[in-house]
């Protein structure tokens, strides 16, 4: 692997407040990531937004306008995580599929093609840009677009299971499945647009948790311990 797509979910960057922002997760990230872009990879990263806010949980806001709140909610995140990642010494650049005046640069892939070779982090954020679209499906869309190696999906789960875990007792966690299976079980990993659009362009995907230490570290290195989505 040399250049690695990194999905944090809202809820993972809240850590154990479930809303806004716990700094001591974000900059353990933050090392993380150092780390592994001082070991020469690429990271692009994806933030979701239900740290702050979930579209379609509000049945009284128009489905569209409900999705542009949460698009701006991903741009607050990539704008905090960004400054974390500064402050232990990255160089960072936040890239979105519309204009947000100073706060960001729009989205092209020769942007994003620069700002790797110059060792930046590069955040996506703002999702597809457009509504009906979850964070996963802009995820799966900007890996295939930059020509990622992988997207690892940093979870507070500790990778796939074929039920709820915390609903279920004895639901199996997966060691490695195929993005087939996921699709024909519904496995939910992301959503099913997501997955074919990983399935149609044979986009990897590894799951994990991000509340184990050193887990994005272990991802990369070989002491990986969650679910390999294979394609």
């Given at each position: 692997?040399?250049?690695?797509?990194?999905?944090?979910?809202?809820?993972?960057?809240?850590?154990?407040?479930?809303?806004g922002?716990?700094?001591?997760?974000?900059?353990?990230v933050?090392?993380?990531?150092?780390?592994?872009?001082?070991?020469?990879?690429?990271?692009?990263?994806v933030?979701?937004?239900?740290?702050?806010?979930?579209?379609?949980?509000?049945?009284?806001?128009?489905?569209?306008?409900?999705?542009?709140?949460?698009?701006?909610?991903?741009?607050?995140?990539?704008?905090?995580?960004?400054?974390?990642?500064?402050?232990?010494?990255?160089?960072?650049?936040?890239?979105?599929?519309?204009?947000?005046?100073?706060?960001?640069?729009?989205?092209?892939?020769d942007r994003?093609?620069?700002?790797?070779?110059?060792?930046?982090?590069?955040?996506?954020?703002?999702?597809?840009g457009?509504?009906?679209?979850?964070?996963?499906?802009?995820?799966?869309?900007?890996?295939?677009?930059?020509?990622?190696?992988?997207?690892?999906?940093?979870?507070?789960?500790?990778?796939?299971?074929?039920?709820?875990?915390?609903?279920v007792?004895?639901?199996?966690?997966?060691?490695?499945?195929?993005?087939?299976?996921?699709i024909?079980?519904?496995?939910?990993?992301?959503?099913?647009?997501?997955?074919?659009?990983?399935?149609?362009?044979?986009?990897?995907?590894w799951?994990?948790?991000?509340?184990?230490?050193n887990s994005i570290?272990?991802?990369?290195?070989?002491?990986?311990?969650?679910?390999?989505?294979?394609?």
């Open positions: 692997m040399r250049r690695i797509l990194l999905k944090l979910s809202g809820e993972a960057l809240a850590g154990d407040k479930h809303t922002f716990d700094e001591d997760t974000v900059r353990g933050a090392l993380q990531v150092k780390e592994l872009v001082d070991a020469g990879y690429e990271i692009g990263i933030t979701g937004g239900g740290n702050f806010w979930r579209g379609r949980s509000s049945e009284r806001i128009d489905r569209t306008k409900a999705d542009q709140i949460g698009m701006l909610a991903t741009v607050m995140n990539c704008i905090y995580v960004s400054e974390i990642f500064r402050s232990v010494g990255m160089r960072t650049s936040i890239l979105t599929p519309f204009e947000c005046g100073s706060f960001t640069k729009l989205f092209s892939k994003a093609n620069k700002y790797f070779a110059k060792g930046m982090v590069v955040f996506f954020a703002g999702g597809t457009h509504p009906y679209f979850s964070t996963d499906t802009g995820v799966v869309l900007r890996a295939v677009e930059v020509e990622a190696d992988v997207i690892l999906l940093a979870k507070s789960v500790d990778g796939v299971y074929d039920a709820d875990p915390a609903k007792a004895d639901a199996r966690k997966y060691d490695e499945v195929s993005i087939d299976e996921v024909a079980k519904n496995l939910q990993v992301v959503d099913m647009t997501a997955s074919i659009l990983a399935r149609d362009n044979k986009m990897p995907m799951v994990f948790g991000l509340n184990k230490e570290v272990n991802a990369v290195k070989g002491n990986f311990s969650g679910t390999k989505v294979t394609v």
